[in-house]
């Protein structure tokens, strides 16, 4: 399985950026696919993921109301939309795909995700 992240680059703070994380090796839209980021010095953590069917989202507070997954199982690809970015936001995003098939809870660990993207730095100017 692989999954291959991009879109990441520099943008003002108050801008936007979308990312893009497309899949291989498995059947895309039996997965959810969560989002993590890990800034400078500091621990990774969650952002995001939704579901298989795209029926459920879940967000972490620190980005709800700003950020907005979407995925395209046609296409083996989910996004990450990011508005209104702040400084506080430059990481590198990683995108991961969710081992359990069909799941819709709202339940979103890291050792949950078996596959991890390369990784798409982003990096918010103020």
């Known amino acids: 399985v692989q999954l291959q992240a991009f879109g990441g680059g520099l943008v003002q703070a108050g801008g936007s950026l979308t990312l893009s994380c497309v899949a291989s090796?498995?059947?895309?839209?039996?997965?959810?696919m969560g989002w993590f980021r890990q800034a400078p010095g500091k621990e990774r953590e969650f952002v995001g993921a939704i579901s298989w069917s795209a029926g459920s989202t879940k967000y972490a507070d620190s980005v709800l109301g700003r950020f907005t997954i979407s995925r395209e199982n046609t296409k083996n690809t989910v996004y990450l939309i990011m508005n209104s970015l702040k400084p506080e936001d430059t990481a590198v995003y990683y995108c991961a795909s969710d081992r359990r098939q069909y799941y819709s809870g709202s339940l979103y660990y890291p050792e949950e995700f078996d596959y991890w993207g390369q990784g798409t730095l982003v990096t918010v100017s103020s």
């Open positions: 090796g498995r059947t895309f839209s039996r997965y959810s």
